[in-house]
């Protein structure tokens, strides 16, 4: 399979590649995906006052799912968490030329994104709430 | 050293170039046609395809009227598999097989299922072995035919031919051996094995594409087949279509030059099997081996790289040629349906990859796939949720995965 030069870029110099602290109180951790179903995405989000401040990665999956998620770190950072949840998989396959076998990496990485806002949302709920 | 490098020997090989200049004069000037029975073009066509059939057949302890020439592997088994059932069916319609042999015998069988056969898929251990057992309780008096592979074109194990065809005679049931990887690479006499059927292709050996034989037995017992295809009745009403005579020239040469080297050869692949095994295995933890750790084909090493997925390690040694288990790889989406015969889980299937090794490869290949590999793989680890999940101390079979 011929993969598109975004891809190919996003796989050989992958952004944001790394972990935070899942606890410390202004980060979300988004993890999605199977290792039987060949991906599992981990998508983290360090947010200051409603704004996406910084964003890390780390993707078992095939180079299609690395971009995707390497794609999605770039573009929520600096995004307020509303802003974020705009980002829908149609735009990552655009960007980066997924053809319809790969559509799913997509979808993942939406998911990833979705699961990390969620995920800080509902510890801030659980903080205010002592 | 050139790049890229080659290491999918069991996908198909070069052809070797002895072979080659044997087949040239076949294309000009010794053009004719085998069937041509009135003139010289076609005698001394017909002189080409008689040597070769004869060198094939000596090799594999068969005698020349024995051989049926096809297109390739495929047209074999079918021709095997379906040329036995359509023949015997007043006998019985019941064929064992297991569940990992190619797809021109696994979806040959399932075509016949829906026509009416049973089929019994045997159990394979996680080496890829059968139980003798199990294939001897599994034979009734509808059994007309027990078709298993020589080796696993994906992870290498070699099945106990022996064995298996004193039980099928003994039984009185015929036994299709698909030795597409075997031939010219393990010994094998149909004789000495009591192979009634056997299945083999050039290009798997250094020979081209597009050409291939069925052993057929004529005497004790007699096999009979319905042909498949029809037409000018050569090949004994076998198989109708003039014979691609480069090509069975090509195969002969290609099986006598195999045949020939094959215990040099032999030695030298495990050595270099072993050495990129172990090189691997020293620079990386969670690396394991698919199929059986010594009856296996010489040049095939098949290795799951635990927590990164195939098509992403492929991607990141895209100067070295393998293939790999992984859904990604295939339009099926679905990972390697013999690497989840084995019993190894789909996380490890995606993992998969299959090394093939071959006359050409050299240990400086070796050794700068084996570096390379280790690099991609650190590097993707680096970048696995998996993998730091494990180090962690995470049990995965205890997460909570969201699948889709």
């Given at each position: 399979m011929a993969y598109s030069d975004k891809v190919v870029d996003h796989y050989n110099s992958p952004r944001n590649?790394?972990?935070?602290?899942?606890?410390?109180?202004?980060?979300?951790?988004?993890?999605?995906?199977?290792?039987?179903?060949?991906?599992?995405?981990?998508?983290?989000?360090?947010?200051?006052?409603?704004?996406?401040?910084?964003?890390?990665?780390?993707?078992?999956?095939?180079?299609?799912?690395?971009?995707?998620?390497?794609?999605?770190?770039?573009?929520?950072?600096?995004?307020?968490?509303?802003?974020?949840?705009?980002?829908?998989?149609?735009?990552?396959?655009?960007?980066?030329?997924?053809?319809?076998?790969?559509?799913?990496?997509?979808?993942?990485?939406e998911d990833a994104i979705r699961s990390a806002i969620k995920d800080y949302k509902d510890r801030r709920t659980e903080n205010t709430a002592e | 050293m050139k790049l890229p490098i080659y290491l999918d020997y069991q996908a198909t090989t070069p052809v070797d170039p002895?072979?080659?200049?044997?087949?040239?004069?076949?294309?000009?000037?010794?053009?004719?046609?085998?069937?041509?029975?009135?003139?010289?073009?076609?005698?001394?066509?017909?002189?080409?395809v008689a040597k070769a059939r004869e060198q094939i057949a000596s090799i594999i302890g068969a005698s020349g009227k024995e051989i049926v020439f096809t297109s390739g592997a495929t047209e074999s088994d079918n021709l095997a598999i379906h040329g036995v059932a359509e023949f015997y069916k007043e006998k019985g319609n019941h064929i064992i097989t297991t569940g990992i042999e190619h797809k021109a015998v696994l979806d040959t069988c399932h075509y016949l299922e829906q026509k009416g056969c049973e089929v019994t898929y045997l159990d394979v251990d996680k080496h890829g072995c059968i139980d003798l057992q199990?294939?001897?309780?599994?034979?009734?008096?509808?059994?007309?035919?027990?078709?298993?592979?020589?080796?696993?074109?994906?992870?290498?194990?070699?099945?106990?031919l022996k064995e298996i065809g004193e039980i099928t005679r003994s039984k009185g049931v015929f036994f299709?051996?698909?030795?597409?990887?075997?031939?010219?690479?393990?010994?094998?006499?149909?004789?000495e094995m009591n192979i009634d059927l056997l299945s083999m292709s050039a290009h798997k050996i250094y020979g081209p594409k597009g050409i291939g034989a069925l052993y057929v037995r004529r005497r004790k017992p007699r096999v009979r087949l319905s042909p498949i295809m029809y037409g000018g009745g050569h090949e004994r009403g076998m198989r109708s279509g003039t014979l691609n005579v480069s090509g069975v020239v090509g195969f002969g040469k290609a099986l006598e030059i195999s045949q020939t080297e094959m215990d040099s050869e032999s030695e030298r692949l495990?050595?270099?099997?072993?050495?990129?095994?172990?090189?691997?295995?020293?620079?990386?933890?969670?690396?394991?081996?698919?199929?059986?750790?010594?009856?296996?084909?010489?040049?095939?090493?098949?290795?799951?790289?635990?927590?990164?997925?195939?098509?992403s390690?492929?991607?990141?040694?895209?100067?070295?040629?393998?293939?790999?288990g992984s859904a990604c790889t295939s339009a099926s989406?679905?990972?390697?349906?013999?690497?989840?015969?084995?019993?190894?889980?789909?996380?490890?299937?995606?993992?998969?990859?299959?090394?093939?090794?071959?006359?050409?490869?050299?240990?400086?290949?070796?050794?700068?796939?084996a570096d390379k590999v280790a690099g991609a793989v650190s590097r993707l680890r680096e970048m696995s949720p998996l993998y730091e999940m494990v180090k962690e101390g995470v049990d995965l079979s205890s997460v909570s995965w969201t699948s889709h």
């Open positions: 590649v790394g972990s935070f602290k899942k606890e410390e109180d202004n980060v979300g951790t988004g993890l999605v995906g199977a290792p039987e179903c060949g991906d599992v995405m981990k998508l983290q989000i360090k947010v200051e006052d409603n704004r996406i401040v910084d964003a890390k990665f780390k993707t078992f999956g095939c180079g299609s799912a690395i971009a995707s998620s390497s794609l999605a770190t770039e573009w929520v950072k600096g995004k307020s968490i509303d802003e974020a949840l705009t980002i829908k998989n149609t735009d990552i396959v655009e960007e980066l030329s997924l053809p319809p076998v790969k559509i799913h990496c997509s979808v993942l990485a | 002895r072979v080659v200049e044997e087949m040239l004069p076949f294309f000009t000037e010794t053009f004719g046609n085998s069937a041509s029975r009135n003139h010289a073009f076609g005698w001394k066509a017909e002189e080409a199990q294939l001897t309780d599994a034979i009734t008096d509808k059994t007309i035919l027990v078709t298993l592979m020589a080796a696993n074109n994906e992870i290498g194990t070699i099945h106990p299709h051996c698909d030795a597409t990887q075997g031939v010219g690479k393990i010994p094998i006499d149909v004789n495990i050595n270099l099997r072993e050495r990129l095994h172990q090189k691997l295995t020293e620079q990386l933890d969670y690396v394991f081996l698919n199929g059986h750790p010594t009856k296996r084909l010489p040049g095939n090493l098949n290795l799951s790289f635990a927590y990164v997925e195939g098509e390690l492929i991607m990141g040694i895209s100067e070295i040629a393998v293939s790999s989406l679905e990972p390697s349906y013999v690497l989840r015969a084995l019993g190894v889980g789909d996380d490890l299937a995606h993992s998969s990859i299959r090394f093939g090794l071959g006359r050409f490869t050299t240990v400086e290949e070796i050794d700068y796939t």
